[in-house]
């Protein structure tokens, strides 16, 4: 198999992909030693994230084990990462 995204960390929930795909792609990934795959429901761009759980409106997008900021809606596995449904925390004084 071929990886087309990476999974740093066990505890991520999104997978950065290594090129461009289309909608309804079926993309495989490796989280551990264990392979994955699953169908992207939106075109994903080259370095994009895409969910590969759920991600609920607030709760964490986790990159790197790390939380690299928050979903502003639900957010469904295969859907594409990005500003349009993810705010950054970082240096937020308002929150």
């Keep these: 198999m071929k990886k087309q995204a990476v999974v740093i960390n066990p505890n991520d929930?999104?997978?950065?992909?290594?090129?461009?795909?289309p909608v309804?792609?079926?993309?495989?990934?490796?989280?551990?030693q264990s392979e994955h795959s699953?169908?992207?429901?939106?075109?994903?761009?080259?370095?994009h994230k895409v969910?590969?759980?759920e991600?609920?409106?607030?709760?964490?997008?986790l990159k790197y084990a790390?939380?690299?900021?928050?979903?502003?809606?639900?957010?469904?596995?295969g859907q594409h990462v990005h500003v349009h449904n993810l705010e950054s925390q970082r240096g937020r004084k308002d929150k």
Excluded: C, M, W
């Design 66 to 77: 790390e939380p690299i900021g928050v979903a502003t809606e639900l957010i469904r596995p």
């Design 24 to 32: 309804n792609t079926i993309i495989h990934f490796y989280i551990g």
């Design 55 to 61: 991600i609920k409106s607030g709760e964490a997008i």
């Design 38 to 47: 699953l169908q992207l429901l939106q075109d994903i761009p080259l370095g």
């Design 13 to 21: 929930n999104v997978a950065t992909v290594v090129d461009d795909f």
């Design 51 to 53: 969910a590969i759980q």
